[in-house]
T-cell receptor, first 113, second 113 residues
Framework: KNQVEQSPQSLIILEGKNCTLQ??????????LRWYKQDTGRGPVSLTI?????NTKSNGRYTATLDADTKQSSLHITASQLSDSASYIC????????????FGKGNQVVVIP | DGGITQSPKYLFRKEGQNVTLSCEQN?????MYWYRQDPGQGLRLIYY???????QKGDIAEGYSVSREKKESFPLTVTSAQKNPTAFYLC????????????FGEGSRLTVL
């Protein structure tokens, strides 16, 4: 069964600091990996999507990396803000399309002043 | 205003009652999805529809039903057969293409009393 594992499950960081979230997957054959941000009680919002040939992609203060050989991805948050407090979800797709996406459980980030 | 509209945002139900969650989109995309989100778990696929008048069961379809009579609408009915219906329900719409962006609605929280 395709799996996506995220770590750490949760973390608390001081406003202004950086943090890195990890995503390991076993999905095969791999197509693409997405990171979503989900505020409490809201729907997820896309941050980045990366295909096999891409190893880094940025969206403002969010930078995602992908190592398709080791099946690992990371999401780096730079100069965190209080609004970064959310769950960050890693989603991996195989080549057969979006009907069977594999979702991680999320990294819960709390930014404190 | 473009996007995905889910309603109601909050819903309370007595045991034994069926409830229907609405999902409407004006993004003009064909593929629509229903996911269930429980605390500490990844999103799980309930049903999906790739085109009007067609839909397929996902991983946890038991106790749920859907219809797709119009391109814009994909309502989900939570029946009394669903043993543990209290959850956060998310509707999503996929843009075309193999790496088509997946857009989520704001979610509906169902609580069974």
């Amino acid at each position: 069964k395709n799996q996506v594992e995220q770590s750490p499950q949760s973390l608390i960081i001081l406003e202004g600091k950086n943090c890195t979230l990890q995503c390991n997957y076993t999905v095969s054959p791999f197509s693409n990996l997405r990171w979503y941000k989900q505020d409490t009680g809201r729907g997820p919002v896309s941050l980045t999507i990366m295909t096999f040939s891409e190893n880094t992609k940025s969206n403002g203060r969010y930078t995602a990396t992908l190592d398709a050989d080791t099946k690992q991805s990371s999401l780096h948050i730079t100069a965190s803000q209080l609004s970064d407090s959310a769950s960050y979800i890693c989603v991996v797709s195989d080549v057969y399309g979006n009907n069977r996406l594999a979702f991680g459980k999320g990294n819960q980030v709390v930014v404190i002043p | 205003d473009g996007g995905i509209t889910q309603s109601p945002k909050y819903l309370f139900r007595k045991e034994g009652q069926n409830v229907t969650l609405s999902c409407e989109q004006n993004l003009n995309h064909d593929a629509m999805y229903w996911y269930r989100q429980d605390p500490g778990q990844g999103l799980r696929l309930i049903y999906y529809s790739q085109i009007v008048n067609d839909f397929q069961k996902g991983d946890i379809a038991e106790g749920y039903s859907v219809s797709r009579e119009k391109k814009e609408s994909f309502p989900l009915t939570v029946t009394s057969a669903q043993k543990n219906p209290t959850a956060f329900y998310l509707c999503a719409v996929r843009a075309g293409g193999h790496t088509g962006e997946l857009f989520f609605g704001e979610g509906s929280r169902l609580t069974v009393l």
